[in-house]
């Protein structure tokens, strides 16, 4: 009797195991579980849990900010409430005058230069726009609660006024905006139903005496330790290779490419590239429009414009191209 059973036993364990393994092996798990709240869900016409490019309402470069995963698609955590991208390398990236990207609990560690638990006006050394839409409370200081969106799960600060703006006539409506209705009615100061250019983005600028920010021990000069952005940032301003900024070297805008032996000649192809371009257009924004718009660049997205194969590797080539785009954009638009 008990040497018939073990083996039926063992079948239905391998039947049992089998079936999991089949369930497994079908595919990726649904998009969003049942009952998972989800952002953007009433743009999901056909309700497979996810939307894509021709379901979007709204721009191409905001599709592309919540695209993290670059598929022409957004599921999973792109659009499931209280994710946030995972740009943990942004500081490694960052240009002064650019967005505030670091949203994390060392960014917030970084700023917070006195330890009281949120950043004022004075410890900020960014945009407005991100200190505006951070501030949820409207209170004048961003919270560590409201820095890493832990209160409100609909924050939607990476979506830009300039990408909202889908059809470009200066403001955004409510058909337009992608967050909650109440982060729509505290940046309406006006309540008049529509979200302005300077509800949203305020002074575009950070602030006016920007060397005076950073110097936070207001010793006159800024060390790496005070340092916000990208290393290499720092290097093209620190002309005498002391490990220190002076004002004069912290408002340089000119640099020349690193010649080190670390950069390859698709680096060295890109930035050449990159510098011309980014020139450029830096131009063309203070002509035509007088605006300051480096982050709405979208050569900085491919970053290989010019690229040729028998340069080297993409990735140096987009490294340069970026790294001169950015300083050749500061170039043309010239003072702000």
Do not use: C, M
């Given at each position: 009797m008990s040497t018939a059973v073990a083996p039926r036993a063992i079948l239905s364990f391998i039947i049992f195991m089998a079936a999991v393994g089949t369930g497994s092996a079908q595919g990726p798990a649904p998009a969003q579980p049942r009952g998972q709240r989800v952002r953007f869900a009433e743009m999901d016409t056909n309700n497979d849990g996810m939307i894509s490019r021709r379901e979007w309402r709204g721009s191409d470069r905001s599709f592309e900010v919540h695209d993290w995963n670059h598929d022409n698609m957004l599921s999973g955590d792109e659009i499931r409430t209280g994710s946030r991208r995972d740009d943990s390398g942004a500081i490694d990236r960052?240009?002064?005058?650019?967005?505030?990207?670091?949203w994390t609990p060392r960014g917030f560690s970084s700023l917070d230069h006195n330890r009281d638990g949120r950043l004022t006006r004075d410890e900020w050394h960014f945009d407005y726009e991100s200190f505006r839409r951070a501030d949820h409370n409207r209170d004048g200081s961003i919270s560590r609660a409201e820095f890493l969106g832990e209160d409100d799960?609909?924050?939607?600060?990476?979506?830009?006024?300039?990408?909202?703006?889908?059809?470009?006539?200066?403001?955004?409506?409510?058909?337009?905006?992608?967050?909650?209705?109440?982060?729509?009615q505290a940046l309406d100061d006006d309540r008049d139903g529509v979200l302005t250019r300077r509800?949203?983005?305020?002074?575009?600028?950070?602030?006016?005496?920007?060397?005076?920010?950073?110097?936070?021990?207001?010793?006159?000069?800024?060390?790496?330790?005070?340092?916000?952005?990208?290393r290499g940032s720092f290097d093209n301003r620190d002309r005498n290779r002391d490990g220190v900024l002076t004002r004069d070297e912290f408002s340089s805008q000119r640099a020349t490419a690193p010649t080190t032996p670390s950069r390859s000649e698709a680096w060295k192809q890109g930035y050449a590239r990159g510098l011309n371009e980014?020139?450029?257009a830096g131009k063309e924004d203070k002509q035509l429009r007088n605006q300051w718009d480096l982050e709405g660049q979208s050569e900085l997205e491919s970053a290989d414009s010019g690229y040729d194969?028998?340069?080297?590797?993409?990735?140096?080539?987009?490294?340069?191209?970026?790294e001169g785009f950015r300083l050749g954009y500061r170039e043309g638009f010239g003072p702000r």
């Open positions: 960052a240009e002064p005058g650019e967005p505030y990207a670091d799960a609909e924050d939607d600060r990476d979506d830009r006024f300039d990408y909202l703006d889908a059809n470009k006539d200066g403001r955004i409506t409510r058909l337009e905006w992608h967050g909650t209705t109440e982060r729509f509800e949203v983005r305020g002074p575009d600028e950070p602030p006016a005496d920007l060397f005076s920010s950073v110097d936070v021990n207001r010793d006159n000069r800024v060390t790496r330790d005070e340092w916000h952005w990208s980014g020139r450029q194969a028998r340069f080297g590797v993409r990735a140096d080539y987009q490294g340069g191209y970026r």
